[in-house]
């Protein structure tokens, strides 16, 4: 079963406008990972944060994370239309087996020109 | 670098047929990962090797066999396709650090298979 779910199935937005995609999950977790997939083609790793941490930056990504909510935030400031993909979130289980990712079944994001 | 390269990219099945998809990588990872690809359904995990010599079943295993024949080779087996199996492949590897995923996952570009 998805481990991930992703907040909202899909989202279009303009260009320069921000946009956030949610990822809720059920059980405690090692780390979280955000992956994007331009159409056609296979996942990108975009950014991982640990359970420890609270929020971490890539250029224009900012990631959050709420373990006590069990829940993480994607956030792409200044969108632009090369954004246009569809993101992942994936999480590594904290107990068992801890060394496979478990995806979500992603957010459709698209920018508008 | 080649990063993961996965073959056939397209494949037309009829049912009962086999085939098998290959994956290769050249980063030296510990870890590969069979996936499909569904629409509304995310990436479900099928097989996977944690290290060389070592396989497991994921989410959805059935009807699938997997060979992990070397560090850089993991391949999966359809012995008797059917029309459920018709969907995108993705292979994928990454370090394996402790025993722990503390990394990411380098995926190839798919493989996309239609069982008739």
């Known amino acids: 079963s998805q481990q991930g779910e992703e907040d909202p199935q899909a989202l279009s937005i303009q260009e320069g406008e921000n946009a956030t995609m949610n990822c809720s999950y059920k059980?405690?977790?090692?780390?979280l990972q955000w992956y994007r997939q331009n159409s056609g083609r296979g996942l990108v790793h975009l950014i991982l944060?640990?359970?420890?941490?609270r929020e971490k930056h890539s250029g224009r990504l900012r990631v959050t994370l709420d373990t006590s909510k069990k829940s993480s935030s994607l956030l792409i400031t200044a969108s632009r239309a090369a954004d246009t993909a569809s993101y992942f979130c994936?999480?590594?289980?904290?107990?068992?087996?801890?060394?496979?990712?478990?995806f979500g079944k992603g957010t459709l994001l698209t920018v508008n020109p | 670098n080649a990063g993961v390269t996965q073959t056939p990219k397209f494949q037309v099945l009829k049912t009962g047929q086999s085939m098998t998809l290959q994956c290769a990588q050249d980063?030296?990872?510990?870890?590969m990962y069979w996936y499909r690809q569904d629409p509304g359904m995310g990436l479900r995990l099928i097989y996977y090797?944690?290290?060389?010599?070592?396989?497991d079943k994921g989410e959805v295993p059935n009807g699938y066999n997997v060979s992990r024949l070397n560090k850089r080779e993991f391949s999966l087996r359809l012995e008797s396709a059917a029309p459920s199996q018709t969907s995108v492949y993705f292979c994928?590897?990454?370090?394996?650090?402790?025993?722990?995923?503390?990394?990411?996952?380098?995926f190839g570009e798919g493989s996309r298979l239609t069982v008739l």
């Open positions: 994928a590897s990454s370090v394996l650090a402790g025993g722990l995923n503390t990394g990411e996952l380098f």
């Open positions: 059980t405690s977790i090692n780390n």
């Open positions: 944060i640990r359970s420890n941490e």
């Open positions: 994936a999480t590594v289980g904290s107990g068992g087996s801890n060394y496979k990712l478990t």
């Open positions: 980063m030296n990872h510990n870890s």
């Open positions: 090797s944690a290290s060389e010599g070592t396989t």
